[in-house]
């Protein structure tokens, strides 16, 4: 309205309104997806009950389907097909009080994909619990069942227990994965020099998935001065929950004990050149194409700076005929070397 004086707080007491409807917005669609999915569970549980005791087949589900439609044709979610995922639903969380707690915080179809991709009872709970964390869609929760995240999580082979403080020391072993995989790197074997670096960039959204929850890209060949000289780490990033720079350097050969010393040496240049007061020790992972788990304990027994060790996957799961497209490991590693200064 052109012309009205508005009091000197109007704009803060906007947006604190503005703030208030967004939340009831928020909380109101977890409502109303909490009694959607409790709603399924239970129809699930008495058609799985009926079908115990009185012997219901295939069939009775269909017309049950069809009966329910015919009575709330508006209402999505009673196909034959859904009222099967509702009894298998209900016969994988037998017990109500699991369901409220963890299965009814997420969407149906979130449930659904659990149910048809994950089998074993520990590891759905805990596909659900990240899924709560960290908020993740549908075809990321795809991503990371499919890439066997819960098999590879906190698996590192890390020296974390003795550099790092317990607390700090066991968030930073669950950040860390073993293998990592990259089946975004598609270049082909005609990829020249810095392509792979451009493409690591290109690709960062997917990079940060796979890295998981709270990753923060700082810099792809990042440049570091000591002494006079110039020294360029392969990835930077801060980590917002361990409030810490991540060093991440890249080996497409085999692990060898001199990648510790040198990632001890960026480690510390960080914390001398980069670290705020506020920020705990960094941390370093170094991902080889595959390490020698002996050889690696070895090399981080004695170092004071908190890293790890991980290899890393391209393309385990592509057709063969598709794999001819990739690059070898050989013309990774000229485009790794390309890339770092002499």
Same mark, same amino acid.
Request: hydrophobic share 40%.
């Given at each position: 309205?052109?012309?009205?004086?508005?009091?000197?707080?109007?704009?803060?007491?906007?947006?604190?309104?503005?703030?208030?409807?967004?939340?009831?917005?928020?909380?109101?669609?977890?409502?109303?997806?909490?009694?959607?999915?409790?709603?399924?569970?239970?129809?699930?549980?008495?058609?799985?009950?009926?079908?115990?005791?009185?012997?219901?087949?295939?069939?009775?589900?269909?017309?049950?389907?069809?009966?329910?439609?015919?009575?709330?044709?508006?209402?999505?979610?009673?196909?034959?097909?859904?009222?099967?995922?509702?009894?298998?639903?209900?016969?994988?969380?037998?017990?109500?009080?699991?369901?409220?707690?963890?299965?009814?915080?997420?969407?149906?179809?979130?449930?659904?994909?659990?149910?048809?991709?994950?089998?074993?009872?520990?590891?759905?709970?805990?596909?659900?619990?990240?899924?709560?964390?960290?908020?993740?869609?549908?075809?990321?929760?795809?991503?990371?069942?499919?890439?066997?995240?819960?098999?590879?999580?906190?698996?590192?082979?890390?020296?974390?227990?003795?550099?790092?403080?317990?607390?700090?020391?066991?968030?930073?072993?669950?950040?860390?994965?073993?293998?990592?995989?990259?089946?975004?790197?598609?270049?082909?074997?005609?990829?020249?020099?810095?392509?792979?670096?451009?493409?690591?960039?290109?690709?960062?959204?997917?990079?940060?998935?796979?890295?998981?929850?709270?990753?923060?890209? @700082?810099?792809?060949?990042? &440049?570091?001065?000591? /002494?006079?000289?110039? %020294?360029? =780490?392969?990835?930077?990033?801060?980590? $917002? +929950?361990?409030?810490?720079?991540?060093?991440?350097?890249?080996? @497409?050969?085999?692990?060898? &004990?001199?990648?510790? /010393?040198?990632?001890? %040496?960026? =480690?510390?240049?960080?914390?001398?050149? $980069? +670290?705020?007061?506020?920020?705990?020790?960094?941390?370093?992972?170094?991902?080889?194409?595959?390490?020698?788990?002996?050889?690696?304990?070895?090399?981080?027994?004695?170092?004071?700076?908190?890293?790890?060790?991980?290899?890393?996957?391209?393309?385990?799961?592509?057709?063969?005929?598709?794999?001819?497209?990739?690059?070898?490991?050989?013309?990774?590693?000229?485009?790794?070397?390309?890339?770092?200064?002499?």
């Amino acid at each position: 309205m052109t012309g009205l004086k508005l009091p000197n707080d109007y704009d803060v007491f906007l947006k604190s309104l503005k703030e208030r409807v967004r939340a009831a917005q928020l909380r109101a669609s977890l409502a109303v997806n909490r009694e959607l999915v409790l709603l399924y569970w239970g129809i699930g549980r008495d058609i799985l009950a009926r079908q115990k005791d009185q012997g219901w087949g295939a069939k009775i589900i269909d017309r049950l389907a069809a009966d329910l439609r015919r009575e709330f044709p508006q209402m999505a979610g009673l196909s034959p097909r859904n009222l099967k995922y509702m009894r298998a639903f209900a016969e994988a969380w037998p017990d109500e009080p699991i369901v409220q707690q963890l299965a009814a915080q997420i969407p149906w179809f979130h449930n659904c994909t659990i149910l048809d991709k994950v089998k074993i009872r520990s590891e759905r709970e805990w596909y659900i619990r990240q899924t709560i964390e960290n908020g993740w869609s549908r075809n990321v929760l795809i991503h990371q069942i499919e890439s066997g995240l819960y098999k590879r999580q906190g698996k590192a082979l890390t020296n974390f227990t003795r550099t790092l403080p317990a607390p700090q020391s066991e968030l930073a072993q669950q950040i860390v994965k073993d293998p990592y995989n990259f089946d975004f790197l598609t270049l082909g074997p005609e990829a020249h020099e810095r392509q792979l670096e451009i493409a690591l960039i290109e690709h960062v959204r997917q990079f940060l998935v796979e890295l998981g929850m709270g990753f923060a890209f @700082v810099g792809s060949q990042y &440049p570091l001065e000591v /002494g006079g000289q110039e %020294f360029r =780490l392969d990835l930077l990033f801060y980590h $917002l +929950r361990l409030r810490a720079f991540v060093v991440i350097e890249i080996k @497409v050969t085999d692990f060898q &004990p001199e990648f510790s /010393g040198k990632m001890n %040496f960026y =480690l510390s240049a960080v914390d001398d050149l $980069l +670290r705020h007061p506020d920020d705990q020790p960094s941390i370093g992972i170094i991902l080889c194409k595959s390490k020698n788990k002996v050889v690696a304990e070895y090399a981080l027994r004695d170092l004071h700076k908190p890293m790890g060790v991980s290899e890393s996957r391209l393309m385990d799961e592509l057709p063969k005929q598709l794999q001819k497209g990739l690059p070898s490991i050989e013309d990774l590693e000229a485009e790794l070397e390309n890339q770092k200064p002499t």
